[in-house]
Nanobody, 123 residues
Framework: QVQLVESGGGLVQAGGSLRLSCAAS????????MGWFRQAPGKEREFVAG????????FYADSVKGRFTISRDNAKNTVYLQMNSLKPEDTAVYFC????????????????WGQGTQVTVSS
């Protein structure tokens, strides 16, 4: 079992930055693909970014490409999401997730989820 705890959310003005962290416990995440999803009120949960366990390849939704950066520190069992140039449409609850295998964009294919952290971007 892997337990995931997100932190770093908050309220920020448009154009600002936030760094989300996802601390894992229970097992090492070094062999898991890790991802970030988000869910805005009334909308479905959507893929934001993912990072593979082999080679650290990264993947991004088109809506965040060039603004967000996912990274992992296996020694600290932690994954990060650096979010720059934030927009009001980035407002959502952000979830950290893990799965065995490769990075995929379907939320139902991930095994473990954190409880989420709220990100609110004001205009």
């Amino acid at each position: 079992q892997v337990q995931l705890v997100e932190s770093g959310g908050g309220l920020v003005q448009a154009g600002g930055s936030l760094r989300l962290s996802c601390a894992a416990s229970g097992r090492t995440i070094s062999t898991y693909a890790m991802g970030w999803f988000r869910q805005a009120p009334g909308k479905e949960r959507e893929f934001v970014a993912g990072i593979s366990w082999i080679g650290g390849s990264t993947f991004y939704a088109d809506s965040v490409k060039g603004r967000f950066t996912i990274s992992r520190d296996n020694a600290k069992n932690t994954v990060y999401l650096q979010m720059n140039s934030l927009k009001p449409e980035d407002t959502a609850v952000y979830f950290c997730t893990a799965r065995t295998g490769t990075v995929v964009t379907g939320s139902t294919l991930y095994n473990y989820w954190g409880q989420g952290t709220q990100v609110t971007v004001s205009s």
